[in-house]
């Protein structure tokens, strides 16, 4: 089962019920693909295995070989090549690896090279996994991809997915069995609420709502699920001591008994909410 834990933006406490969750839930896998600022290794603390490199293939030009025919620029629909006076240049930040440049030179003179985007890092047990991508580096969706490609199939996998709602967050979330939409309950918590859940109806992906650093009313938030029948699966209220546990880097389910019961608790919601989407599409 593959539970994504998101956000409409940073800051709302994703990595705390992420980390919390795949801590509380034995055996099972963390992975975080929250590539451009990975940190669920500061509370998970994992004893890593291995650090991989993932790289993507980008034209490299022979130029003995190039008549400056301009076909390769023609055909690049992401700018990543220009023909200027018989030159080619390549920006290969720009390129989605599609190899259609290769294919339509005339000349050979373009080879696909690896051009490394970022490191992907795994734990002793293979229970954590993390990617991190290079600084500068503009597109995250082949490290997750990379990451998503690596998951163990068997037992529960917790992805900590990248914060707001676009490309990356698209490739993080789709073919998972359940997404967990934590929220604040502020009217910017709704409203980054508001964009998750339109993402997840056009993706079409079950969800639940999780209310972080709640304050026991029945405000905007609670509101806005009511609208939009959407389940609030649990809170946590604003303390001042789960803050303070979380700037230490420390697990919450580490402190008090009631937070792995708490966990343990959520985690069985999710997977009664999982039963029942494959109980009414059988076919997903
Ligand atoms: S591989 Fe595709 S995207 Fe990259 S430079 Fe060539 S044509 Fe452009
Ligand atoms: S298609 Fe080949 S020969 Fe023509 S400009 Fe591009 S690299 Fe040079």
């Given at each position: 089962m593959k539970i994504s834990v998101l956000s409409g933006k940073g800051g709302t406490g994703k990595t705390l019920v992420a980390t919390n969750l795949a801590a509380a839930v034995r055996p099972s896998q963390y992975v975080d693909l929250d590539v451009e600022e990975p940190n669920?290794?500061?509370f998970l603390k994992p004893r890593l295995r291995e650090t991989v490199s993932v790289g993507v293939p980008v034209p490299r030009?022979?130029?003995?070989?190039?008549?400056?025919?301009?076909l390769c620029a023609?055909?690049?629909?992401?700018?990543?090549?220009?023909a200027i006076k018989n030159k080619v240049l390549i920006f290969?930040?720009?390129c989605h690896h599609c190899g259609a440049c290769s294919l339509v030179c005339p000349e050979k003179a373009l080879q696909e090279v690896q051009r490394e985007v970022g490191t992907i890092s795994i734990g002793e047990e293979r229970d954590f996994m993390q990617g991190e991508l290079q600084v500068g580096e503009p597109v995250a969706v082949p490290l997750i991809n990379e990451l998503k490609r690596r998951v163990k199939e068997n037992g529960p996998v917790f992805f900590d997915c990248p914060p707001g709602a676009a490309c990356a967050v698209v490739h993080a979330v789709e073919d998972t069995d359940y997404c967990l939409l934590v929220t604040e309950p502020t009217p910017f918590g709704r409203h980054d609420l508001a964009i998750a859940v339109r993402l997840m109806e056009k993706l079409g992906l079950p969800f639940g709502v999780l209310i972080n650093k709640g304050d026991g009313k029945n405000g905007d938030v609670h509101q806005f699920c009511r609208e939009k029948g959407s389940k609030i699966l649990a809170e946590i209220p604003f303390s001042l001591e789960i803050a303070e546990t979380y700037s230490r880097g420390e697990l919450l389910i580490?402190?008090?008994k009631d937070w792995l019961h708490f966990f343990q608790n959520l985690f069985g919601k999710i997977k009664e909410e999982v039963g029942h989407e494959n109980h009414r599409h059988p076919q997903r």
């Open positions: 669920g290794y500061h030009l022979e130029e003995g070989k190039c008549t400056g025919c301009g023609g055909v690049c629909q992401f700018n990543a090549l220009a290969p930040e720009l580490q402190g008090e």
